[in-house]
């Protein structure tokens, strides 16, 4: 099993800054693809960013391209989502996600999932 912790998510204004972290435990993960995805209310979970623990490859969705990145500590076993430039329309419930292998745009690909976090973007 797997499992994944988020912290970092708050309220902050148009334009600010956020860190997500995204704590993985449990088994070894070298060969995990991480995916950070987000649901705003009355709308579908969609993919952000996606990066694999091993190589140095990362997929973004064009909504957050240029604003947002995702990076890995392997070291910490921790993933982090820096989001910049925030707009209201960012405003939604991000989770964390694990699959084996390559990275996915698809929430259905995933086999397991942190309990998600806030982020509020006020204008």
């Known amino acids: 099993q797997v499992q994944l912790v988020e912290s970092g998510g708050g309220l902050v204004q148009a334009g600010g800054s956020l860190r997500l972290s995204c704590a993985v435990s449990g088994r070894t993960v070298s060969n995990y693809a991480m995916g950070w995805f987000r649901q705003a209310p009355g709308k579908e979970r969609e993919f952000v960013s996606g990066?694999?623990?091993?190589?140095?490859?990362?997929v973004y969705a064009d909504s957050v391209k240029g604003r947002f990145t995702i990076s890995r500590d392997n070291a910490k076993n921790t993933v982090y989502l820096q989001m910049s430039s925030l707009k209201p329309e960012d405003t939604a419930v991000y989770y964390c996600a694990a699959r084996l292998t390559w990275v996915s745009r698809s929430n259905y690909d995933y086999d397991y999932w942190g309990q998600g976090i806030q982020v509020t973007v006020s204008s």
């Open positions: 990066i694999r623990w091993s190589g140095s490859s990362t």
